[in-house]
């Protein structure tokens, strides 16, 4: 392949290089673009043929199915490693050696206890509360209590902000939960695993000893690296364009949180389970939703199906699928929203609507089922999906304020209105 683009725009032709990403990817490298041309700009709704960025954080190939985080595949990270290996991979770059392991594990343990005022505010919401609006609130609400911004270019204070909200964020994800379910707002313990202690927070009743169990323990422990890190999707670009004019880390990741609760992005785990009980309620029909999604004059959805990138399948949603069922046999819990589930997937995946769209099931499909059976409850579904993106989040940030990227400001195509005289009030 050539190394060049052309690009003709009224009879003139203009050059721009290709590059090439690690694995072969190929992009138009169009920065020189306006200049050269004198202002022509590109237009790309939902950036669906647009990188924003160089990355070596995550690889995704959505035609063959393949994730990898740091150069390894998911699958193997899913099998053999926990969440804080894999959280240390993604933002350092490599998976840790046993004694740099302990050290990140011990730094966030330390850093692990947030201002006791956060309580005031924790309590000042309503019980109903989303607790998506909870955790998005609290988060920023840490920048009052952490105001030092972070000099990037020290790797201390750099790495003294990722400790610090690794450590901080569980906590904050537990009091959404626990607010509201009227539990009094607890902490862990500093004998246990990352992922133990979440468990503690969240699940330990007063007056009872908590023990987690090793089989939800494990599940969650994938779900969270699965979720980890997705490369350029809606919240991690929000949160590296927010970071892009230089706000705090703790003010990017917020905005990334309120980003991924919409239910064509993380929100979709709620939605999925949602759907999924509306259809046992209205008697199990899953061919009527099937209709209901094909048909173009209904604004129905299949929730937990399709996604931008895997055109395939999407190799979380595979594990995934998988873990449900060991989970369900394992705690013994008979779901009949996984026979729906099944259902569903077997119908759309012989249906040409979804076939011809490549319309498979997504991350989100399966994961609700398992979040259920752990007895989290529905409203945190998406909350469980931020705790597992936090060191995604993270990763993507550093390296775009490493990389000291310019800040992220898109054109536009104006379609509105040309020059108009203004009129006073009166006169209109
Ligand atoms: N049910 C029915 N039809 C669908 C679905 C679906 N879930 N998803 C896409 N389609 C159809 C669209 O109507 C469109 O049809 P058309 O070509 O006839 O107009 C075609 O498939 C392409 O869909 P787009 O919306 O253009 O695809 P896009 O890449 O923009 O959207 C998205 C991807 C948002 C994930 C979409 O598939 C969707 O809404 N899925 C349901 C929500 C969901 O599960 N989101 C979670 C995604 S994973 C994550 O964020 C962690």
């Not at 850093?111 to 019980?127: T, W």
């Not at 706000?247 to 609760?261: D, E, M, R």
Request: charged residues 30%.
């Amino acid at each position: 392949m050539s190394d060049i683009a052309k690009l003709q725009i009224d009879g003139k032709t203009y050059e721009f290089p290709l590059i090439k990403g690690t694995e072969d990817e190929v992009a138009i490298d169009i920065k020189t673009l306006r200049g050269a041309t004198g202002g022509v700009t590109t237009i790309d709704p939902g950036f669906k043929n647009t990188g924003s960025c160089k990355s070596a954080v995550t690889f995704l190939d959505g035609e063959k199915g393949i994730l990898r985080y740091r150069g390894y595949a998911i699958e193997d990270l899913a099998e053999k490693a926990d969440f804080l290996e894999v959280a240390y991979a993604l933002i350092f770059g490599d998976l840790p050696n046993k004694t740099q392991l302990e050290k990140f594990d011990a730094d966030i343990k330390s850093k692990s206890v947030v201002d006791e005022d956060v309580k005031k505010i924790v309590d000042a919401f309503p019980k109903n509360a989303h607790p998506m609006g909870v955790l998005s609130s609290l988060t920023s609400a840490l920048i009052a209590f952490n105001p030092e911004s972070v000099n990037v270019d020290s790797e201390e204070e750099m790495y003294d902000a990722i400790v610090n909200i690794m450590g901080k964020f569980p906590v904050l994800v537990a009091w959404a939960m626990r607010k509201k379910e009227g539990l009094p707002l607890n902490y862990g313990s500093k004998s246990l695993g990352y992922v133990e202690n979440i468990m503690k927070m969240m699940f330990e009743k007063p007056n009872e000893d908590y023990t987690a169990n090793p089989i939800i323990k494990d599940a969650l422990d994938k779900l969270l690296i699965l979720h980890a890190d997705h490369e350029q999707n809606c919240s991690t670009s929000t949160v590296r364009i927010v970071g892009s004019s230089h706000a705090g880390l703790f003010a990017s990741l917020s905005a990334g949180i309120s980003a991924l609760w919409g239910p064509l992005h993380g929100g979709a785990n709620q939605a999925v389970l949602e759907m999924l009980e509306a259809i046992k309620e209205d008697g199990g029909d899953t061919k009527k939703y099937m209709a209901k999604a094909k048909d173009k004059s209904d604004p129905f959805r299949l929730m937990g199906f399709g996604h931008r990138v895997y055109k395939n399948f999407d190799p979380r949603a595979t594990i995934i699928k998988v873990a449900a069922k060991e989970v369900l046999e394992d705690l013994g819990v008979e779901d009949p929203i996984l026979k729906i589930a099944k259902g569903l997937e077997e119908e759309a995946l012989s249906d040409p609507y979804f076939v011809d769209r490549k319309l498979y099931p997504n991350v989100d499909f399966y994961s609700g089922i398992i979040y259920r059976a752990m007895g989290i409850p529905v409203e945190m579904f998406t909350v469980m999906f931020a705790l597992g993106r936090l060191p995604g989040w993270i990763a993507q940030w550093k390296e775009m304020r490493e990389n000291k990227e310019p800040i992220g400001r898109p054109r536009q195509v104006y379609t509105g209105e040309n020059l108009k005289e203004f009129k006073t009030v009166e006169n209109r």
